[in-house]
């Protein structure tokens, strides 16, 4: 799971980048988090299986979903109080819930309506 999370500037998210990392690490979870900004998005969008959005960011979300919907990318908006979580789990069950939403794309069971 590779994990992409942008800010303004990339140094906030550079602190959340490492905590989630952590966290995962901490869980035996093979994830990796990267800092990325908003300017180096369509650089860094290929190699992300999910992008969190800083929270001063929100209103950019829908700019950032039609990006990353061409490569089906998962996109989240961390909430306000993110720079608390100073373990990171809670920013890796953000991770969880939002691609739990998403289907399996190893998954080879069909469903037919």
């Known amino acids: ?62 700019r950032i979903e039609r990006s990353a919907a061409a490569l089906d990318v998962a996109v989240a908006v961390l909430p306000d109080d993110v720079f608390s979580d100073l373990t990171g789990e809670r920013t890796l069950d953000l991770v969880r819930a939002t691609l739990a939403d998403r289907p399996d794309p190893l998954s080879t069971t069909e469903t037919n309506a």
């Open 1 to 62: 799971m590779r994990i992409l999370v942008i800010c303004g500037a990339g140094a906030s998210s550079t602190f959340v980048a490492q905590r989630v990392r952590r966290a995962a690490h901490e869980q035996g979870l093979p994830y990796s988090a990267v800092a990325g900004t908003t300017g180096s998005l369509a650089i860094d969008l290929d190699s992300a299986d999910i992008i969190l959005v800083g929270p001063h960011l929100a209103a950019e979300r829908e």
